[in-house]
């Protein structure tokens, strides 16, 4: 059973702090990594994707990757009170043309001013 | 211009009826899924067709029936809804089986 693993939180930090979210998967062969963020009754978003291992940043948002480790992370720095969400990572492994985006449980992020 | 649309955004409805929810993409992509949110938030994949067909069908009561007309589309069709139902019902599509995802805005489904 492939698996995507996250700390449910709530995670809560002070405003301007750095957001550390963390997710482990079960699939060795796992190919592509999303960050998605969803509002409460909206739904999800993509914020980052990061497909080989290192570190990707846009604006605030980095994205690491760690294949060895099979884990993923994001880092949300300077948080801002609208970054208060859930955040869903997710990850496909598409061998064998059988493509299947799977969901961690997400992280609920509380900034707080 | 909404990327993937559904409708209806709510539907309430009564045990044992029958009901659809429609999905259209015009992103031109040939991936489409439905995604199922429970209460406690999880998001886990129904079916996903690639080109009008069938790829991934997991383990989903076959009261649950998908229909893709053509690429664009992708509808969901339940019959004998029953209370364990209850829930946001997702359409998403991508480019390909590589993902990422872009989802519609959500369909909350309760059953009474």
């Known amino acids: 059973q492939k698996e995507v693993e996250q700390n449910s939180g709530p995670l809560s930090v002070p405003e301007g702090a750095i957001a550390s979210l963390n997710c482990t998967y079960s699939?060795?062969?796992?190919?592509?990594f999303f960050w998605y963020r969803q509002y409460s009754g909206k739904s999800p978003e993509l914020i980052m994707s990061?497909?080989?291992?290192g570190d990707k940043e846009d604006g605030r948002f980095t994205a690491q990757l760690n294949k060895a480790s099979q884990y993923v992370s994001l880092l949300i720095r300077d948080s801002q009170p609208s970054d208060s969400a859930t955040y869903l990572c997710?990850?496909?492994?598409?061998?064998?043309?059988?493509?299947?985006?799977?969901f961690g449980k997400g992280t609920k992020l509380s900034v707080k001013p | 211009d909404t990327a993937v649309s559904q409708t209806p955004k709510y539907l309430v409805t009564q045990m044992g009826n029958d009901k659809s929810i429609k999905c259209e993409q015009n992103?031109?992509?040939?991936?489409m899924y439905w995604y199922k949110q429970d209460s406690k938030k999880f998001l886990k994949i129904m079916f996903s067709?690639?080109?009008?067909?069938?790829?991934i069908n997991e383990t989903v009561p076959n009261r649950f029936s998908p229909k893709s007309p053509d690429k664009a589309h992708l509808n969901l069709h339940i019959n004998s809804l029953e209370l364990g139902d209850s829930a946001v019902y997702f359409c998403?599509?991508?480019?390909?089986?590589?993902?990422?995802?872009?989802f519609g805005n959500g369909t909350r489904l309760t059953v009474t």
């Open positions: 992103l031109g992509h040939d991936t």
């Open positions: 990061i497909y080989s291992n």
């Open positions: 997710a990850v496909v492994n598409y061998g064998g043309s059988q493509g299947n985006l799977i």
């Open positions: 998403a599509s991508s480019q390909d089986l590589t993902g990422p995802l872009h």
């Open positions: 699939d060795r062969g796992s190919q592509s």
């Open positions: 067709y690639n080109n009008k067909e069938l790829i």
